[in-house]
């Protein structure tokens, strides 16, 4: 949970409601190509040189460049510094800064006098902090034994001073239906599934604005089996816009639709490389293709996995880390066969396929983070002792430096506590000991998703 900033080039100044609109149409499209528009990458120079850091990885901040925009995530401790330092970079590289939090643009040199401000952030951290005490009081209070009842105990605590749960789904979750977004977040709950709420997304699923459309097809691709549904999200498939097209994809999985299969998998081949696209795009219609033809048979299965190695091909570019990412994953899911899956599921065997060979600094990273996930402890005893790792994972320790700042996490000479506040995003902590995330920051490089 960040503060976010959204950062674009601009050849005119823009009303708010303008930059809603610029920035609802930032969102990946099967057109988007890895290209970078000069004016961001001033904007990510003169950031780098305000907080020098070569990999960004002891920076109060999450930086994703992509060609179109920088995202930039904004520890919560340092809210009103970075805001007014990325506010003077944007102005002076060209490029218009949306604040979603406050709903404010800034529009840049020679369309303003001034960069942003970070007037009136204050509410919002102090709403921010007010949060993660409460969920630190909850997680302490409930222990973390049984993480169902804990996740569980956290909403209602939260609820009860005054936040309100939402599903990614768009919708609110309230205490009747947590149960059944806990069983399947990706199912819209029963009672949500009325005729009325139906009508209402087929409407905005087509004409509503960006963010309309993104709520309602999501929305849709979790409803159970429906005719209409299913022609709605048929008709998706032919979307330029990344988002819409995979989730109506994958919403053709859940209905059962075998009749998709051809479109689904027109749609990999369009978002493919074969096509001009991208790996990473590609990467969510395969599945999709992949799962649809498992319900026609084996010899479907087969028919998408040839076509979809023809049209990934081989990797010719230097992609970037969630590129190569991408690509494996690809690789890794077109490599199996459906027989062997089912003879390892009957064996009582994981149906895993391993292609990595891990070195020395993997394992002892490994036992890392094992330790900061499973026991919130880690002792610099088990791992060489205090002088020897505090050597070795000198850029790790001050990774953590703005975490601990936050409270998530305590350093101290015998090691690293993972506090109880910081327990629900224990992944962001022991990112700091992925040795292969890129933190350039470069343009033009791929990076990981966001875990919050």
Same mark, same amino acid.
């Given at each position: 949970?960040?503060?976010?900033?959204?950062?674009?080039?601009?050849?005119?100044?823009?009303?708010?409601?303008?930059?809603?609109?610029?920035?609802?149409?930032?969102?990946?499209?099967?057109?988007?190509?890895?290209?970078?528009?000069?004016?961001?990458?001033?904007?990510?120079?003169?950031?780098?040189?305000?907080?020098?850091?070569?990999?960004?990885?002891?920076?109060?901040?999450?930086?994703?460049?992509?060609?179109?925009?920088?995202?930039?995530?904004?520890?919560?401790?340092?809210?009103?510094?970075?805001?007014?330092?990325?506010?003077?970079?944007?102005?002076?590289?060209?490029?218009?800064?949306?604040?979603?939090?406050?709903?404010?643009?800034?529009?840049?040199?020679?369309?303003?006098?001034?960069?942003?401000?970070?007037?009136?952030?204050?509410?919002?951290?102090?709403?921010?902090?007010?949060?993660?005490?409460?969920?630190?009081?909850?997680?302490?209070?409930?222990? !973390? $034994? =049984?993480? +169902?009842? *804990?996740?569980?105990? #956290?909403?209602?605590? %939260?609820?009860?001073? /005054?936040? &309100?749960? @939402?599903?990614?789904?768009?919708?609110?979750?309230?205490?009747?239906?947590?149960?059944?977004?806990?069983?399947?977040?990706?199912?819209?709950?029963?009672?949500?599934?009325?005729?009325?709420?139906?009508?209402?997304?087929?409407?905005?699923?087509?004409?509503?604005?960006?963010?309309?459309?993104?709520?309602?097809?999501?929305?849709?691709?979790?409803?159970?089996?429906?005719?209409?549904?299913?022609?709605?999200?048929?008709?998706?498939? !032919? $979307? =330029?816009? +990344?988002? *819409?097209?995979?989730? #109506?994809?994958?919403? %053709?999985?859940?209905? /059962?639709? &075998?009749? @998709?299969?051809?479109?689904?998998?027109?749609?990999?081949?369009?978002?493919?490389?074969?096509?001009?696209?991208?790996?990473?795009?590609?990467?969510?219609?395969?599945?999709?293709?992949?799962?649809?033809?498992?319900?026609?048979?084996?010899?479907?299965?087969?028919?998408?996995?040839?076509?979809?190695?023809?049209?990934?091909?081989?990797?010719?570019?230097?992609?970037?880390?969630?590129?190569?990412?991408?690509?494996?994953?690809?690789?890794?899911?077109?490599?199996?066969?459906?027989?062997?899956?089912?003879?390892?599921?009957?064996?009582?065997?994981?149906?895993?396929?391993?292609?990595?060979?891990?070195?020395?600094?993997?394992?002892?990273?490994?036992?890392?983070?094992?330790?900061?996930?499973?026991?919130?402890?880690?002792?610099?005893?088990?791992?060489?002792?205090?002088?020897?790792?505090?050597?070795?994972?000198?850029?790790?320790?001050?990774?953590?430096?703005?975490?601990?700042?936050?409270?998530?996490?305590?350093?101290?000479?015998?090691?690293?506590?993972?506090?109880?506040?910081?327990?629900?995003?224990?992944?962001?902590?022991?990112?700091?000991?992925?040795?292969?995330?890129?933190?350039?920051?470069?343009?033009?490089?791929?990076?990981?998703?966001?875990?919050?």
């Amino acid at each position: 949970m960040t503060y976010d900033l959204i950062a674009w080039p601009v050849d005119r100044a823009l009303s708010t409601e303008e930059a809603v609109r610029a920035v609802e149409a930032l969102r990946p499209s099967m057109g988007f190509r890895l290209r970078t528009d000069k004016r961001i990458a001033r904007f990510v120079q003169e950031l780098g040189k305000r907080y020098p850091d070569g990999r960004f990885g002891a920076r109060p901040f999450e930086l994703d460049v992509h060609g179109s925009h920088v995202f930039v995530g904004i520890g919560w401790s340092m809210v009103a510094e970075v805001t007014a330092t990325v506010g003077d970079c944007a102005w002076a590289a060209g490029l218009a800064l949306w604040d979603p939090q406050r709903r404010v643009v800034a529009m840049p040199a020679p369309f303003a006098e001034l960069p942003m401000a970070w007037d009136g952030v204050e509410s919002h951290v102090e709403a921010a902090e007010g949060f993660m005490r409460t969920l630190g009081a909850s997680v302490e209070r409930t222990g !973390a $034994s =049984d993480p +169902v009842e *804990m996740i569980r105990a #956290a909403n209602e605590d %939260l609820r009860a001073a /005054g936040y &309100r749960m @939402a599903s990614p789904m768009g919708f609110e979750v309230t205490p009747e239906l947590e149960a059944e977004v806990m069983a399947d977040p990706t199912r819209m709950p029963s009672g949500l599934q009325v005729p009325e709420r139906k009508a209402d997304l087929l409407r905005k699923v087509t004409g509503g604005d960006a963010r309309d459309r993104h709520l309602a097809v999501a929305q849709l691709s979790g409803w159970d089996p429906d005719p209409e549904i299913a022609e709605a999200l048929r008709g998706l498939l !032919a $979307s =330029d816009d +990344v988002f *819409m097209a995979t989730t #109506a994809a994958n919403g %053709l999985v859940r209905q /059962g639709d &075998r009749a @998709a299969l051809d479109a689904v998998l027109e749609l990999v081949r369009t978002m493919s490389p074969a096509d001009g696209g991208l790996a990473s795009t590609m990467l969510g219609p395969v599945s999709a293709a992949l799962d649809l033809a498992a319900l026609v048979g084996p010899e479907a299965v087969e028919r998408v996995r040839a076509q979809a190695r023809e049209w990934l091909g081989p990797d010719r570019t230097r992609s970037g880390s969630a590129e190569r990412e991408a690509r494996e994953e690809i690789e890794r899911r077109l490599a199996g066969e459906v027989s062997d899956w089912r003879a390892c599921i009957e064996q009582g065997v994981l149906p895993v396929h391993k292609g990595h060979r891990r070195s020395a600094d993997d394992d002892a990273r490994r036992r890392i983070i094992l330790d900061l996930m499973c026991h919130f402890r880690l002792r610099y005893q088990d791992h060489g002792g205090a002088v020897a790792f505090t050597q070795q994972y000198k850029t790790e320790l001050e990774r953590l430096q703005p975490m601990a700042a936050d409270g998530l996490c305590t350093l101290d000479a015998d090691g690293i506590t993972v506090n109880p506040t910081g327990r629900l995003l224990v992944r962001n902590l022991c990112m700091a000991f992925d040795a292969y995330l890129d933190r350039s920051g470069a343009p033009n490089q791929g990076r990981f998703s966001r875990t919050v």
